[in-house]
């Protein structure tokens, strides 16, 4: 069981990136799927969650609005689609995957997800 997060990168302030978190040895589609980040000297925070069912998302209110989650089952991928960005949103960030959840109620803490990708750096600056 792997997942495999991508698409991180520099960018200026207002920029866009599409994060890519795709899964081998398990379905995607039949879990809870969240976006995490870490900032350096900060805690992890939940970004975004998507449910089992594909028009089920659930965002942290700093983002909502300019992230969008999506998943693509025939790839078994998750994507994070990322614009209008801001310096602090500089981060290293993380997909997981809540093979207790299928919804998402919430974003739900980090320790409720017990596969996760290794990580990909976004940075915002000028």
């Known amino acids: 069981v792997q997942l495999q997060a991508s698409g991180g990168g520099t960018v200026q302030p207002g920029g866009s990136l599409r994060l890519s978190c795709a899964a081998s040895g398990f379905t995607l589609d039949e879990y809870a799927i969240g976006w995490f980040r870490q900032a350096p000297g900060k805690e992890r925070e939940g970004v975004s969650c998507?449910?089992?069912?594909?028009?089920?998302?659930y965002y942290l209110d700093s983002v909502k609005g300019r992230f969008t989650i999506s998943r693509d089952n025939a790839k078994n991928t998750v994507y994070l689609q990322m614009n209008s960005l801001k310096p602090e949103d500089t981060a290293v960030y993380y997909c997981?995957?809540?093979?207790?959840?299928?919804?998402?109620?919430?974003?739900?803490?980090?320790?409720?997800?017990?596969?996760w990708g290794q990580g990909t750096q976004v940075t915002v600056s000028s």
């Open positions: 997981a995957a809540n093979t207790m959840r299928s919804y998402c109620g919430s974003i739900y803490p980090a320790y409720e997800y017990d596969y």
């Open positions: 998507i449910s089992s069912s594909v028009d089920s998302a």
